[in-house]
């Protein structure tokens, strides 16, 4: 494809441009993409035409119609840049220094052109809390964050400038600053939270395949992300869970209404007393799998057995001996790998 070369093109390739020829030359790129390549090639084509007469003069007139001649092209300016006069070794040392200024040139005018044309890659902070562990972040708008064991947020370096928002994998519990021009939105493989300002919880694990949100206070908007097909969205008002669940069909969502109580249980898992309500056996061991970074097998007779207890700084063994205190179970422990048994024995 040809495109015609206009004054401000050959005053950028005889490096006379003004800035008004550079503002030209910006716009010139950004209407089609294909230019940055041909801008290229006119480059490299008039550095390989430049002519030295005999009296140490670069002769932009010859090396313009050489150019022109190169690259074949019929449309061009009426008049080419003006002759330079230049001492011959000067001339060498310019040349070669015009390479690194082409090169920057180039560099400043493409970025411009991305910025203004492409959605532009943005760095990102993350977080990441390893299995055993928790962590408090404090973001750049205040907004405090707790993230339980074997959770990562990231978020974009421009994190409150226009926008606020994070993108959870785990669970993470947010008491969110309000700023009513800026929503704060919590990204999830199954749904995205908005809210303005408020405390809520986010459990969004990936290999369990559900997510559930508990809200300690406030509003907030509950929409299905694109990866976790349809479903309606859901305002959740001060006291609410909502749990959704991927099927094959549409997700199932349910919203609950639970007491101050059992929210504050909920979310405990962030304090140094974590209080269990009720739990299942088969709940509670995935649960205690992240906190103890282990990995335990249950026995099938023993999944429904539920639990209640608040635990602190007590280590694996004395949770499982605390559990073996009323209920028919015998635990084994091998390093990182648990084993939790029908004590058959004790049940006759």
Do not use: C
Not at 216 to 223: D, R, T
């Amino acid at each position: 494809m040809n495109y015609p070369i206009e004054d401000f093109i050959i005053n950028f390739l005889a490096r006379k441009e003004s800035p008004e020829d550079v503002q030209k030359l910006k716009e010139w790129l950004v209407v089609d993409p294909a230019r940055r390549n041909k801008l290229k090639q006119w480059l490299a084509v008039w550095d390989s035409v430049g002519m030295v007469d005999a009296t140490d003069q670069l002769d932009i007139e010859k090396a313009y119609q050489r150019f022109l001649f190169r690259v074949g092209t019929k449309t061009a300016p009426k008049t080419a840049p003006k002759r330079i006069r230049t001492n011959t070794v000067f001339m060498t040392i310019s040349r070669i220094a015009a390479i690194f200024v082409i090169g920057f040139s180039l560099g400043m005018l493409f970025h411009f052109y991305w910025k203004n044309n492409q959605h532009e890659q943005v760095a990102f902070i993350e977080n990441i809390v390893p299995l055993g562990s928790k962590s408090e972040i404090k973001m750049p708008d205040g907004t405090a964050v707790w993230l339980n064991a074997g959770s990562t947020l990231r978020y974009p370096t421009d994190y409150g400038k226009t926008k606020r928002n994070v993108y959870l994998t785990g669970e993470g519990y947010f008491k969110v600053t309000r700023q009513t021009e800026k929503p704060f939105t919590v990204h999830t493989a199954l749904a995205i939270i908005t809210t303005l300002g408020t405390e809520f919880d986010v459990k969004a694990y990936p290999e369990e395949n559900v997510l559930e949100t508990t809200l300690i206070e406030g509003k907030l908007a509950v929409e299905h992300s694109e990866a976790s097909g349809v479903f309606d969205r859901v305002l959740l008002k001060t006291g609410q869970k909502l749990s959704v669940t991927v099927t094959d069909q549409k997700p199932e969502t349910v919203v609950t209404q639970i007491d101050q109580d059992m929210a504050e249980a909920e979310v405990s898992w962030k304090e140094t007393n974590w209080r269990i309500e009720s739990e299942t056996l088969q709940h509670l061991a995935v649960k205690l799998e992240r906190r103890y970074n282990v990995r335990i097998t249950v026995d099938d007779r023993l999944k429904d057995i539920r639990f209640s207890a608040t635990l602190s700084d007590e280590s694996l063994e004395q949770v499982l001996r605390y559990m073996q205190i009323s209920n028919p179970i015998l635990f084994y422990i091998d390093g990182k790998n648990v084993d939790i048994r029908f004590d058959m024995e004790r049940m006759e």
